[in-house]
């Protein structure tokens, strides 16, 4: 029996009201562009606000058996759109409820909310989250796409401070990852690994909880100049070797064999006579230049980018990277159309790099771009920072992490609603 679109839109609209229920297919495209620049229209999208929606709207879309759903925060991964006939469930309204419990440094918020937002909250309270994404996403966007960004180099992954979240099954019921009574280092049920990075194939964030940390009373934030020479990586070995690291960005990110530096943005947090004397120490390595402090300060205070700064690009490139293999990235990065580049040291190790490239490339082009990439990502042992991993499965049905996935999914998506198309091939 097909779809009644219009009696399901109808009791959407009944649910959520007018304004929260997007029929119109110009702006349901927008939810649709996906990596190969295929243009996918949704069949609707609906916007919660609140948490009691969501038991009413599963009972709808299981009575008129949607079979794909889409969640989505502020679509800043502009790599995967919601396919043809997926109903996109739009997060970005489950914005409002914010809980702090400062004697236990812990505060929950649901997952619609932007990070700036919860930011702007904590900085009042004294607090704010150990690391920051590079993107002003929604909360539940950073857990979904593995939470990476500022800050990870002293305090990992968003895993490393998220306590649980609330998740939605396919089934209408909601389960939590994890526990606020154990702390998140401690042996017992835990999920939230699970979650982290899943991309939204095993159920919809709703809410979440993370551990909170002071904030900083001292901080020096320096940018540099490193010469690109055969001395370039004894160099960020020094580097990575200072104490009070709190971040590494990378920001002049085109390195071949042409390039006369790279430039990095070093912010470090901790104790002001600690700080002085690496500033120092820095200040010291031959090969390194550092600009006015003023430079350093504009920089870090834009941080954090939205979504109207993005470069325009229709297809985004990210990998984890070992830092000796950086020459060899962006030589291959340095021959395909001219990208715009940026990146965030992960550890001493290995650093997460993303490649803006334009928007005027063909299709054509895109997927030779893509399969080049694949092929680089593999020769210098890099890989996707997602367990979804928003390439490869596309292209590579053998890639084992989506082995890992199609195993795992049955037991938390039993009705195989949740973004469904994506694992058929």
């Given at each position: ?96 409820k914010i809980k702090i419990n400062e004697q236990k440094s812990l505060v929950t918020a649901q997952a619609g909310m932007t990070y700036k937002n919860l930011q702007n909250f904590l900085e009042e309270k004294g607090f704010r989250l150990p690391m920051e994404p590079i993107l002003n996403g929604t909360l539940g966007g950073f857990i979904a796409s593995g939470g990476y960004g500022y800050g990870s180099y002293r305090y990992g992954t968003i895993i490393n401070s998220l306590r649980s979240t609330n998740l939605l099954l396919s089934n209408g019921q909601t389960i939590q990852t994890g526990t606020l009574t154990v702390p998140a ?241």
């Amino acid at each position: 029996m097909p779809l009644d679109e219009k009696q399901l839109s109808d009791d959407l609209i009944d649910l959520v009201g007018m304004e929260n229920v997007i029929l119109d297919d110009k702006k349901l495209h927008e939810y649709g562009l996906d990596l190969f620049g295929n243009k996918h229209t949704p069949l609707m999208v609906v916007k919660p606000s609140a948490s009691v929606h969501f038991k009413r709207l599963n009972f709808i879309l299981r009575r008129y058996k949607v079979d794909s759903i889409t969640p989505r925060g502020k679509g800043l991964d502009v790599n995967l759109g919601a396919f043809s006939e997926d109903l996109v469930i739009d997060l970005t309204l489950l914005n409002k409820k914010i809980k702090i419990n400062e004697q236990k440094s812990l505060v929950t918020a649901q997952a619609g909310m932007t990070y700036k937002n919860l930011q702007n909250f904590l900085e009042e309270k004294g607090f704010r989250l150990p690391m920051e994404p590079i993107l002003n996403g929604t909360l539940g966007g950073f857990i979904a796409s593995g939470g990476y960004g500022y800050g990870s180099y002293r305090y990992g992954t968003i895993i490393n401070s998220l306590r649980s979240t609330n998740l939605l099954l396919s089934n209408g019921q909601t389960i939590q990852t994890g526990t606020l009574t154990v702390p998140a280092y401690c042996s017992g049920y835990n999920l939230n690994s699970l979650v982290c990075g899943s991309e939204g194939y095993f159920g919809i964030i709703t809410e979440a909880t993370f551990e909170i940390i002071p904030t900083p009373e001292n901080s020096l934030n320096i940018l540099l100049s490193i010469k690109n020479d055969g001395k370039l990586f004894q160099r960020l070995i020094e580097l990575t070797k200072l104490s009070t690291i709190y971040n590494i960005s990378l920001y002049k990110a085109i390195l071949n064999n042409h390039s006369d530096s790279i430039e990095l943005l070093i912010r470090l947090e901790g104790s002001q006579k600690v700080m002085e004397k690496e500033n120092s120490l820095i200040e010291n390595i031959e090969g390194v230049n550092l600009s006015h402090t003023s430079e350093a300060n504009k920089l870090w205070e834009s941080r954090i980018i939205d979504q109207s700064q993005i470069p325009a690009a229709s297809l985004i490139l990210e990998a984890l990277i070992p830092i000796n293999q950086i020459s060899n990235y962006f030589r291959f990065l340095d021959g395909i159309d001219s990208p715009h580049s940026f990146g965030i040291f992960i550890n001493a190790g290995t650093i997460l790099l993303y490649a803006f490239l334009s928007k005027n490339l063909s299709d054509s082009r895109k997927s030779e771009i893509v399969i080049e990439f694949l092929k680089k990502t593999d020769e210098i042992q890099a890989r996707p920072p997602t367990l979804g991993n928003n390439i490869k499965k596309f292209v590579e049905k053998s890639y084992s992490n989506l082995k890992l996935l199609k195993q795992i999914k049955p037991i938390f998506d039993e009705t195989n609603r949740l973004k469904s198309r994506k694992l058929k091939f």
